[in-house]
């Protein structure tokens, strides 16, 4: 178990925790609906507004740590590697992503519960019509995605658990969860699923940089292929 912080109280940095899931999920869920309540319907408007919320909500938990916990941020100290290193970590990290999805695509498509969401769709059509967002959607979510789910809260659940198990449990859950708003089994499973591989390797190699990168790159390439 990571040392708490003697100058930190429990119940803040649980907030904290909860804070930052329930931010991004009802960014995800709400800003949609609200933006068409307020009168704005024009769908690309929508995404990009929701991408900027996301970003709000990064920089409320940058703010929050610092001001309120009164602590760093990432609470793991960043390890350095070889680029050598960093080239076969992030190859063999995007084969694994690939491989466990495809798999899990295979099953849910044998249980008929595998197809593209509407709000998918949709995406995908914008990232046609608009090739720049085809960078800047992947970046964004691989930056604000990967910096609050593994390095806010996974690291901070590892301050009231024993063991790693726990705490990469509960991230990839909400990693999960966060994406229920696409509306699909897939969309939620799927997530989990690299939500389970990016944090049991943020635990073993302590490298943001890394999980960053493929998160990218994962994201890139399905919605290069989709967006063509």
Not at 51 to 66: E, F, T
Request: charged letters at 15%.
């Amino acid at each position: 178990m990571e040392q708490l912080p003697t100058n930190v109280k429990r119940q803040v940095i649980v907030a904290g925790i909860l804070l930052s899931f329930f931010s991004l999920f009802t960014v995800a869920l709400l800003v949609a609906p609200l933006l068409r309540l307020i009168g704005i319907y024009d769908i690309t408007l929508q995404f990009v507004l929701y991408r900027l919320c996301i970003i709000l909500c990064l920089y409320i938990m940058m703010v929050y740590s610092v001001k309120v916990e009164k602590q760093k941020f990432l609470l793991w100290k960043e390890n350095t590697y070889s680029l050598i290193y960093y080239f076969v970590n992030i190859v063999g990290t995007m084969l694994v992503l690939y491989a466990g999805s495809a798999i899990i695509g295979v099953i849910l498509q044998l249980c008929g519960l595998f197809h593209d969401s509407k709000r998918y769709l949709e995406t995908v059509q914008i990232l046609h019509e608009h090739k720049v967002l085809i960078v800047i959607v992947p970046l964004i979510a691989g930056v604000v995605e990967e910096l609050i789910f593994r390095g806010y809260i996974q690291a901070r659940l590892q301050l009231f658990f024993k063991k790693a198990l726990m705490p990469i449990f509960i991230s990839s859950v909400m990693f999960g969860i966060m994406h229920m708003g696409y509306g699909t089994v897939a969309q939620i499973i799927v997530p989990w699923f690299i939500g389970v591989v990016t944090a049991v390797h943020y635990y073993k190699y302590r490298n943001i940089k890394i999980l960053i990168i493929c998160h990218f790159l994962y994201d890139f390439i399905a919605l290069y292929a989709k967006s063509r």
